[in-house]
Nanobody
Framework: QVQLVESGGGLVQAGGSLRLSCAAS????????MGWFRQAPGKEREFVAA????????KYVDSVKGRFTISRDNAKNTMSLQMNSLKPEDTAVYYC???????????????????WGQGTQVTVSL
């Protein structure tokens, strides 16, 4: 079992920055692909970014490339999402997620992730 807790959301003006963090429990964190997803009101949950278990590979949705950076610290069982140049369309609840298949490759589909945090609200104003 893996438990995930997000933090770091909030209200920011367009062009600003936020850093989201995800703290994980469980001894297998270092072997899990981790990802960030988001869900805006009235929309489906969508993939934002993911990082391989080693941290050597990352993947981003096109709309955040060059603005968001995902990272992880396996020694501390944490993952982060640095979000720069935020836009109003980035407003959503952001979820930390873990792919339960040990040592898997990065996948972007919601069903591929077995463990989810409770979500943290990010609101970007004009």
């Amino acid at each position: 079992q893996v438990q995930l807790v997000e933090s770091g959301g909030g209200l920011v003006q367009a062009g600003g920055s936020l850093r989201l963090s995800c703290a994980a429990s469980g001894r297998t964190f270092s072997r899990l692909v981790m990802g960030w997803f988001r869900q805006a009101p009235g929309k489906e949950r969508e993939f934002v970014a993911a990082i391989s278990w080693s941290g050597g590979s990352t993947k981003y949705v096109d709309s955040v490339k060059g603005r968001f950076t995902i990272s992880r610290d396996n020694a501390k069982n944490t993952m982060s999402l640095q979000m720069n140049s935020l836009k109003p369309e980035d407003t959503a609840v952001y979820y930390c997620a873990a792919d339960g298949a040990l040592g898997s490759k990065i996948r972007v589909g919601v069903p591929s992730y077995d463990y989810w945090g409770q979500g943290t609200q990010v609101t970007v104003s004009l």
